[in-house]
Nanobody, 115 residues
Framework: QVRLVQSGGGSVQAGGSLRLSCAASGINFRLYNMSWYRQRAGTERELVATITGGGSATYTDSAKGRFTISRDNVWNTLKLQMNNLKPEDTAVYYC?????????WGQGTLVTVSS
């Protein structure tokens, strides 16, 4: 059974930093791309960043220069370091992977950034 269990997040003032983690089990973690998505109130879920099994990362424009996605293929964990947070980063963040023909999501973590 594939499980993605998230931790981290919380509330911070604008300009602050937070780190999200996602622990994966039930898959050969190093073989799969992993992503972070977020869903802001009243909007659709959107991609934030993706990292390949080999560690190559891509970011959407909103995340570039402020967020860093990383992974540890020994401990099967995915992280998202978020710096210089803005109120518009307030959202529920989800880790995601597509494996064995199916999509899997973490339970979601609320990040709140106050101005």
């Amino acid at each position: 059974q594939v499980r993605l269990v998230q931790s981290g997040g919380g509330s911070v003032q604008a300009g602050g930093s937070l780190r999200l983690s996602c622990a994966a089990s039930g898959i050969n973690f190093r073989l799969y791309n992993m992503s972070w998505y977020r869903q802001r109130a009243g909007t659709e879920r959107e991609l934030v960043a993706t990292i390949t099994g080999g560690g190559s990362a891509t970011y959407t424009d909103s995340a570039k220069g402020r967020f860093t996605i990383s992974r540890d293929n020994v401990w099967n964990t995915l992280k998202l370091q978020m710096n210089n947070l803005k109120p518009e980063d307030t959202a529920v963040y989800y880790c995601h992977t597509r494996a064995r023909g199916s999509e899997f999501w973490g339970q979601g973590t609320l990040v709140t950034v106050s101005s």
